[in-house]
Every structure is written in structure tokens, then in C-alpha cells.
């Protein structure tokens, strides 16, 4: 991973491809990390609900999918 700073207040990362982790006080969480030609996030609401799975690739945003507890993100 490579971390620059374009201004005082920006962090630019380039090559993530180790998943970086969000998390709130309320536990609402968003994981992103890149993909080959794109981005690929997941959200989760709170703690033990569901995950949803997004990816950012060419210009187009695609659900790919739910996710619970039991199932590997």
C-alpha cells in the first residue's frame, strides 16, 4: 500500500488490495478494498446483521450480494 497527501486534509492510498475497515461508534461498518479494475465494498448495518457487497468496476456500480453471519465475506 502506498500513502500520499495531496493536501493537509486528503490521504490518497493506492494498491489496497489488504481490505481497510471503517467502523462507527453505532458498529455500522464499511470494508473496501481494490480489485483488479475497480473497488469492492461491503456494508454492514450493526453488529451480526447483514452484509451487503458492492462493486465499483469501469464506471458501473454492481450489487453482488447479501451476506449473513454464517457466510464468508
Same mark, same amino acid.
Given at each position: 500500500?502506498?500513502?500520499?497527501? +495531496?493536501?493537509?486534509?486528503?490521504?490518497?492510498? +493506492?494498491? #489496497?488490495?489488504?481490505?481497510?475497515?471503517?467502523?462507527? @461508534?453505532?458498529?455500522?461498518?464499511?470494508?473496501?478494498?481494490?480489485?483488479?479494475?475497480?473497488?469492492?465494498?461491503?456494508?454492514?448495518?450493526? +453488529?451480526?446483521?447483514?452484509?451487503?457487497?458492492? +462493486?465499483?468496476?469501469?464506471?458501473? #456500480?454492481?450489487? @453482488?450480494?447479501?451476506?449473513?453471519?454464517?457466510?464468508?465475506?
Amino acid at each position: 500500500m502506498k500513502i500520499t497527501s +495531496e493536501a493537509y486534509d486528503m490521504l490518497i492510498l +493506492e494498491e #489496497v488490495y489488504i481490505p481497510i475497515t471503517l467502523l462507527t @461508534n453505532d458498529n455500522e461498518k464499511i470494508t473496501i478494498c481494490m480489485i483488479d479494475s475497480g473497488f469492492e465494498l461491503t456494508y454492514q448495518q450493526k +453488529e451480526g446483521a447483514e452484509y451487503h457487497s458492492y +462493486e465499483f468496476k469501469n464506471g458501473k #456500480v454492481f450489487k @453482488n450480494r447479501i451476506l449473513n453471519k454464517k457466510q464468508d465475506i
